[in-house]
Antibody, heavy 117, light 107 residues
């Protein structure tokens, strides 16, 4: 079955760019009519949808983050990626990737990104 | 932007009891509502999609109902592994939104 795995630095300095990759295994990222999403969760808080991408490259971003977010896809590597610029401490969270259809399933295990100098 | 309000914030129940969780949308989301379960240290797990459809592998004790602005997740008889936080999420409009969550704790 399809599995997702996030990867990237666990520590990012303020004002820099957070970069994460989600690797899809057990199936092709291009098969089926799926979007691929990024979601984050600050410690002890709720879930926030960051954005999503279709394999054609079409994207939707949360307006609250839109000016700082870029999501891209590399079908040859079966991966999609997140870049969040000008980070602050408020961007410290567990970041999840997930396949998006009529619900988010499956999810990656999540990766903690801390913004600190 | 659609806002989802979940109630109660915390539900204290005993194993075997029935749990009823509510999710109210600030405007109609038709039936485009999902429910997730999250345990500490784990990613959320999809339970219900499109208001009333159980996801693959989800036990029959989980059921969802509602349409428009009012939705309910029911756990018919709580098992020990069901004590967790539950989130609703709409896919009617962009941006997608999650509710604030309901924690189901052991009484």
């Amino acid at each position: 079955q399809v599995q997702l795995q996030e990867s990237g630095p666990g520590l990012v300095k303020p004002s820099q760019t957070l970069s994460l990759t989600c690797t899809v295994s057990g199936g092709s990222i291009s098969s089926g009519s799926y979007y691929w999403s990024w979601i984050r969760q600050p410690a002890g808080k709720g879930l926030e949808w960051i954005g999503r991408i279709y394999t054609s490259g079409s994207t939707n971003y949360n307006p609250s983050l839109k000016s700082r977010v870029t999501i891209s896809v590399d079908t040859s590597k079966n991966q999609f990626s997140l870049k969040l610029s000008s980070v602050t401490a408020a961007d410290t969270a567990v970041y999840y990737c997930a396949r998006d259809s009529r619900g988010l399933m499956p999810w990656g295990q999540g990766t903690l990104v801390t913004v600190s100098s | 932007e659609i806002v989802l309000t979940q109630s109660p914030a915390t539900l204290s129940l005993s194993p075997g009891e029935r749990a009823t969780l509510s999710c109210r949308a600030s405007q109609s989301v038709s039936s485009y509502l999902a429910w997730y379960q999250q345990k500490p240290g784990q990613a959320p797990r999809l339970l219900i999609y499109d208001a009333s459809n159980r996801a693959t592998g989800i036990p029959a004790r989980f059921s969802g109902s509602g349409s428009g602005t009012d939705f309910t997740l029911t756990i018919s008889s709580l098992e020990p592994e069901d004590f967790a936080v539950y989130y609703c999420q709409q896919r009617s409009n962009w941006p997608r939104a999650f509710g604030g969550g309901t924690k189901v704790e052991i009484k």
